[in-house]
Structure formats: structure tokens, C-alpha cells
């Protein structure tokens, strides 16, 4: 993989353009993959953070998902 993007895939999503940072086992950079291509196929290790919100009481702030959303699309 390069420094460059890898792939391309549009896939009609607003978001498909976008780039993430591939990374290797170790968390090891390994170029840039576009979004899309990292979630389809086989897909490819990529750098991602899960954000838990909790107000004043500990109470965790739950959302669900629109189910005709893809699992990533942000």
C-alpha cells in the first residue's frame, strides 16, 4: 500500500470519498485506504475510536442506528 489513496470505490455514499489511515497489526501506518474499500470485501485495517458519552449521574447516552444506514456510514 502506498502513501497514497488505494482504491476509489464511490459506491454512492457521501462519505465513500473519504480517506482512512491503514494500519498494520502493530497500529503501524501504512498509507491511506479510501473508506469505502476498507469496509467491503475482505476490507482492510484501518484506524477507528468508539465515543461513550455519560452525563452527570454515570448514565450512558444510547442512539440507535438507522437500519438503512450502513454499519460505518457516518
Do not use: C, I, Y
Amino acid at each position: 500500500m502506498s502513501e497514497s489513496s488505494v482504491g476509489g470505490a464511490s459506491g454512492g455514499h457521501e462519505n465513500a470519498a473519504q480517506e482512512v489511515v491503514a494500519v498494520d497489526g502493530d497500529d503501524g501506518e501504512q498509507g491511506t485506504v479510501n473508506r469505502l474499500d476498507a469496509h467491503t470485501g475482505d476490507g482492510v485495517r484501518h484506524r477507528a475510536f468508539t465515543a461513550l458519552v455519560f452525563d452527570d449521574e454515570d448514565r450512558l447516552l444510547l442512539a440507535q442506528r438507522s437500519p438503512e444506514k450502513r454499519l460505518w456510514d457516518t
